[in-house]
């Protein structure tokens, strides 16, 4: 079975400083899709990033870019110059199509002035 | 325009009480998705449809029943509610599954069972 995990429960950077939230997965497939959710207070999950596992390219999406290295299982996102509207739950998924997505525990992310 | 709308927002009801939570999704997708967040944030897959039919059913009490009327809703019924059933309920969707179409997620219906 796949599994998630995200081992940094909380993360804590100061506005305008880059952090990286871990996320590592554990797959026997080779065709799969990695997923960065963001939950803000607001409760909405929103798509932040994501990854095709046969692509080597790392994505990327203005300051939101991920270090995918698939024969670590290892799928970390690094968040440049964050803001404080950058403050939620970020949660790492796996997809190994059709069938479900599944997420890993969640990293707090506190962004301070 | 909201993609995925689910109703209500918040539910409060006692246990042992019947309740439903609608969703919608005006995107055209064919897959819809129950997830249950618990109080520890933790994102757990309930069921998933396609075309109105069920795809995925993880090991979800019997007392929770999906129904899907046509691809655009998928609603989820809980009979006999219990404690533990108190969670976020987010309903979902998506074109087929694969990166080209990530989940679209509604903003959740928070039920607390007292």
């Known amino acids: 079975a796949q599994t998630v995990t995200q081992s940094q429960p909380e993360m804590s950077v100061q506005d305008a400083e880059t952090v990286t939230l871990s996320c590592t997965y554990d797959?026997?497939?080779?065709?799969?899709?990695l997923f960065w959710y963001k939950q803000p207070p607001s409760r909405q999950m929103i798509l932040v990033i994501r990854q095709e596992a046969y692509k080597q390219q790392n994505a990327t999406e203005n300051r939101f870019s991920v270090n995918f290295q698939k024969a670590a299982k290892s799928f970390s996102l690094k968040i440049s110059d964050s803001q404080l509207g950058d403050t939620a739950m970020y949660f790492c998924a796996f997809m190994n199509p059709p069938d479900k997505l599944i997420f890993g525990t969640g990293t707090r992310l506190q962004v301070f002035p | 325009d909201t993609a995925v709308s689910q109703t209500p927002k918040y539910l409060v009801t006692q246990m042992g009480n019947d309740k439903s939570i609608k969703c919608e999704q005006n995107?055209?997708?064919?897959?819809m998705y129950w997830y249950k967040q618990d109080s520890k944030k933790f994102l757990k897959i309930m069921f998933s449809y396609n075309n109105k039919e069920l795809i995925i059913n993880e090991t979800v009490p019997n007392r929770f029943s999906p129904k899907s009327p046509d691809k655009a809703h998928l609603n989820l019924h809980i009979n006999s509610l219990e404690l533990g059933d108190s969670a976020v309920y987010f309903c979902?969707?998506?074109?087929?599954?694969?990166?080209?179409?990530?989940?679209?997620f509604g903003n959740g219906t928070r039920l607390t069972v007292t």
């Open positions: 995107l055209g997708h064919d897959t």
């Open positions: 979902a969707s998506s074109q087929v599954s694969g990166v080209n179409s990530p989940l679209h």
């Open positions: 797959t026997s497939e080779n065709n799969y899709y």
